[in-house]
């Protein structure tokens, strides 16, 4: 079996690339295969100008935190933290000045002589981190490095990761399946489906021109309504068989009518998720369940009749095969 299929990828110095999707997509492989755990079995690796693909583990120069990001639990913090110097053979005096650069950076100074079971799951995780940036290494590989902490200690964390990256320039490659952690994080964000990028573009192009149904599914908090539509042919191609397409609206794009008009459809809401900043509304229209958001808390209630309006630059347009077609406007003869 192939992890991982036309993997093509280029991370530009100093960048946060963020690698994400759903569970058994192959992130981890793609890690493991830059860090030179895993083999490939075609293909060139570069990390800057060298081809490493013959290279070990330690010759490329690459740290990585693991997604279990585990310690060497009878070691203390401090030790943790110079063990990858000492295999390097690096002199004691710059060993000591490179833990006291990360224990100060992400604030572990006083938990240096600690051994890691009596750390909390988030002190664990900066340990980890620490230990992966004082080895000043060209590229820094982070698997999952906020799967275990609590909602808000992963928001703090994240902001840590996001300034030290800034602050120290290090290139990066940030594993989540977390597609809102991908979106505040990521210079740019690679969208990883069944060991095949789907797309790897800046968030805002992601969320505004999603290049397939997976993507258009994957990106969004709720998630683009999507549906099967039969196309008719534009005026000018009346011969042509009508179109099998995947249409698409995001639940923010659809809006609110007070009257039926030519432009609206019916729709009856069958389930209302009041979030407090805003609500989601789960309606049924023309047979189609779509969920349309609304700000603030939403007065209406189930059974409510609503006229909804999509507005024609809002709708997303896919191929029978799900890939992104422009919008119905920008189609015609050339
Ligand atoms: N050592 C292995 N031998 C065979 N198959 C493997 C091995 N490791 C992983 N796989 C398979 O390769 C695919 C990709 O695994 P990978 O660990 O890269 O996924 P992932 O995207 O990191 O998932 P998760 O979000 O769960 O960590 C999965 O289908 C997995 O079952
Ligand atoms: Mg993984």
């Not at 609206?249 to 007070?258: D, G, K, L, M, S």
Request: aromatic share 4%; glycine share 8%.
């Amino acid at each position: 079996m192939r992890a991982l299929r036309d993997f093509s990828i280029s991370v530009a110095d100093g960048e946060m690339l963020v690698l994400v999707g759903p569970s058994g997509c192959g992130k981890s492989t793609v890690l493991r295969t830059l860090a030179g755990l895993e083999d490939v079995t075609g293909g060139v690796i570069r990390i800057g100008d060298r081809v490493v693909n013959d290279l070990s583990p330690r010759e490329r120069n690459v740290a990585m935190v693991f997604q279990d990001y585990a310690l060497y639990p009878h070691m203390t913090v401090r030790e943790n933290l110079a063990f990858p110097l000492r295999m390097r053979k690096l002199a004691a005096d710059e060993r000591a000045r490179r833990v006291a650069w990360a224990a100060e950076l992400l604030e572990i100074g006083p938990l240096l002589d600690r051994l890691p079971r009596a750390l909390s799951g988030g002190q664990r995780q900066r340990v980890a981190m620490g230990r992966a940036l004082v080895r000043e290494p060209s590229v820094s590989l982070l698997d999952e490095p906020l799967s275990n902490l609590d909602a808000v200690l992963r928001v703090s964390v994240r902001a840590e990761i996001e300034a030290l990256q800034r602050r120290t320039g290090t290139t990066m490659l940030y594993v989540t399946h977390d597609q809102v952690e991908a979106m505040t994080l990521g210079d740019r964000v690679a969208v990883l489906h069944e060991g095949r990028l789907q797309q790897v573009a800046k968030p805002r192009e992601l969320y505004e021109r999603p290049a397939n149904t997976f993507v258009a599914g994957f990106v969004g908090t709720p998630p683009m309504n999507l549906f099967e539509a039969k196309l008719a042919p534009p005026a000018w191609a009346r011969e042509a068989d009508a179109e099998t397409a995947t249409l698409g609206i995001r639940p923010e794009a659809i809006e609110f009518a007070t009257h039926a008009g030519t432009d609206t459809i019916a729709a009856q809401v069958e389930h209302v998720e009041l979030l407090g900043h805003e609500t989601l509304l789960h309606v049924r229209a023309a047979g189609l369940a779509l969920v349309a958001r609304t700000a603030g808390m939403s007065a209406h209630g189930r059974g409510d009749a609503l006229h909804l309006r999509a507005p024609a630059s809002a709708i997303h347009h896919f191929d029978a095969a799900g890939v992104r077609r422009p919008p119905q406007a920008e189609i015609g003869p050339s």
